[in-house]
T-cell receptor, first 114, second 114 residues
């Protein structure tokens, strides 16, 4: 079974600064996808970024980027120029290529300090 | 654009009572799923469906029933509620459910079982 570990239950960052959220995963599959979902206080789940395991290039979406280290099974999220609206719970998520089941990490609560 | 609609948003039950959480999507998605979110546990898959008439169990299916009679609707039934089922429940859908796809989430149902 796949597991996803987020070792930082809580983190904080100063507004306009950069923060990195950590995620490691364990799998025996070679083809899979990794995601970061954001859950603000509104409770709505929002996709932040997605990475295909077969792609060596790290995904980026505006201020959000990932550091994908396939051999180390590491998938960290970097948020640049942090904004107050980035305050949320962030979930690292794994999905096998042919799987119908996602595995979520336990989440990291990010606070942004004005 | 309704997306994924969950009702109710909040519910309080007494132990032993039954209820149905409703989920509807208007995006013609074949894949629908139910997750529960508990503090410090991330999201865990309860049941999922890859099309009308097809359902399967996820990680934590005990105590829950589902059916899928139409593409649009995927209700989750609690036959005899227990305090351990106190949680926030999310319905999510995607076109096919395979690993690469983004999940579209409803806004959640907060359920308390006394």
């Amino acid at each position: 079974a796949q597991t996803v570990t987020q070792s930082q239950p809580e983190m904080s960052v100063q507004e306009a600064e950069t923060v990195t959220l950590s995620c490691t995963y364990d799998t025996s599959e070679s083809d899979y996808y990794l995601f970061w979902y954001k859950q603000p206080p509104s409770r709505q789940m929002i996709l932040v970024i997605r990475q295909e395991a077969y792609k060596q290039q790290n995904a980026t979406e505006n201020r959000f980027s990932v550091n994908f280290q396939k051999a180390a099974k590491s998938f960290s999220l970097k948020i640049s120029d942090s904004q107050l609206g980035d305050a949320a719970m962030y979930f690292c998520t794994y999905s096998g290529a042919g799987s119908y089941q996602l595995t979520f990490g336990k989440g990291t609560k990010l606070s942004v300090i004005p | 654009n309704a997306g994924v609609t969950q009702t109710p948003k909040f519910q309080v039950l007494k132990t032993g009572q039954s209820m149905t959480l409703q989920c509807a999507q208007d995006m013609n998605h074949e894949y629908m799923s139910w997750y529960r979110q508990d503090p410090g546990m991330g999201l865990r898959l309860i049941h999922y469906s890859v099309g009308a008439g097809i359902t399967d169990q996820g990680e934590v299916p005990n105590g829950y029933n589902v059916s899928r009679s139409t593409t649009e609707d995927f209700p989750l039934r609690l036959l005899s509620a227990a305090p351990s089922q106190t949680s926030v429940y999310f319905c999510a859908s995607s076109f096919t459910g395979t690993g690469a796809e983004k999940l579209f989430f409803g806004s959640g149902t907060q359920l308390s079982v006394l």
